[in-house]
């Protein structure tokens, strides 16, 4: 059964650049047909779709931070990678990534929390 | 951009009973795009039901799905201790992508 666990530092700096990555067990990342993803939720909030990457490399963004937002894949790795830039303290949450088809996540790692705090 | 908009926010309930939880749009979609999440304190989102009504693995059948258009339904038959959580409604839609509902909290009575 694939496994998801993410990893990056817990508290970034405003202005700076929130990097975190995920890495798959269980499964290779470039096989077909599945979408990885990066899901967050504030304190006590729900959850947010940030964007997805497919397995060969496409991606898609929530238009909401479309601006600051890049997904990358390393298939040497086997892992993919979120970098949201110019943060503020509205981005401090738990960040999940998670792996699904077209339609939806389904399988999630645990979550990190990363806070935004100078 | 389509809205998904959760009700009751609180549903309180004893085990046994039988819980209703709605998801509506703000417009018509395809019931096969609609999926359900469960999730406990501390703990990721579990997928419950997706494609109109289908079972992810290792969900019991006392979980089930319905409606079509606007209103969504997860009900859960015979509430168990392990039931109570909160409950997300998930949209494959436009933009973006996936959308999901602001959550239903069902606590113990």
């Known amino acids: 059964q694939v496994q998801l666990q993410e990893s990056g530092p817990g508290l970034v700096k405003p202005s700076q650049t929130l990097s975190l990555t995920c890495t798959v067990s269980?499964?290779?990342?470039?096989?077909?047909?599945?979408?990885w993803s990066w899901i967050r939720q504030p304190a006590g909030k729900g959850l947010e779709w940030i964007g997805r990457?497919?397995?060969?490399?496409?991606?898609n963004y929530n238009p909401s931070l479309s601006s600051r937002v890049s997904i990358s894949l390393d298939t040497s790795k086997n892992h993919f990678s979120l970098q949201l830039t110019s943060v503020t303290a509205a981005d401090t949450a738990v960040y999940f990534c998670?792996?699904?088809?077209?339609?939806?996540?389904?399988?999630w790692g645990q979550g990190t929390l990363v806070s935004v705090s100078s | 951009e389509i809205l998904l908009t959760q009700s009751p926010g609180t549903l309180s309930l004893s085990p046994g009973e039988r819980a209703t939880l709605s998801c509506r749009t703000t417009q018509s979609v395809v019931s096969s795009y609609l999926a359900w999440y469960q999730q406990k304190p501390g703990q990721a989102p579990r997928l419950l039901i997706s494609?109109?009504?289908s079972r992810a693995t290792g969900v019991p059948d006392r979980f089930s799905s319905s409606g079509s258009g606007t209103d969504f339904t997860l009900t859960i038959s015979r509430l168990e201790p392990e039931d109570f959580a909160v409950y997300y409604c998930?949209?494959?839609?436009?933009?973006?992508?996936?959308?999901f509902g602001q959550g239903t909290q069902l606590e113990i009575k």
């Open positions: 494609g109109a009504s």
């Open positions: 269980g499964g290779s990342i470039s096989s077909p047909g599945y979408y």
């Open positions: 998930l949209l494959y839609g436009d933009s973006p992508l996936y959308i």
């Open positions: 990457i497919y397995s060969g490399g496409s991606t």
């Open positions: 998670a792996r699904g088809d077209y339609s939806k996540p389904d399988y």
